[in-house]
């Protein structure tokens, strides 16, 4: 259970790193990417992934695998 982010969608705007209770979103050159062994989809955390949540381009940009 985790999330994806779509690399065609995503304009690395920076918005869904801070908000990260796990500290899963890493951005490497300007590459926003989601750690898989450790996002949780926010479970426990918020109703809903946070990242989605803070996404300007939303669930085009951040898919459920
Ligand atoms: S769903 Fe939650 S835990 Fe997973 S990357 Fe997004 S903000 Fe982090
Ligand atoms: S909030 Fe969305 S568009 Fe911005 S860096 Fe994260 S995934 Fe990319």
Same mark, same amino acid.
Request: aromatic content about 4%.
């Given at each position: +259970? #985790? +999330? ?17 209770p ?9 590459? @926003?990417?989601?750690? $898989? ?8 955390e ?13 669930? #085009?940009?951040? $898919? @459920?695998?």
């Amino acid at each position: +259970m #985790a +999330m994806k982010i779509i690399q065609a969608e995503c304009t690395s705007c920076g918005d869904c790193k801070p908000v990260c209770p796990t500290t899963s979103i890493t951005d490497k050159g300007g590459i @926003y990417k989601i750690n $898989v062994e450790t996002c949780t989809e926010c479970e426990g955390e918020h109703d809903s992934p946070a990242c989605l949540d803070a996404c300007p381009a939303g669930e #085009a940009c951040i $898919v @459920y695998l």
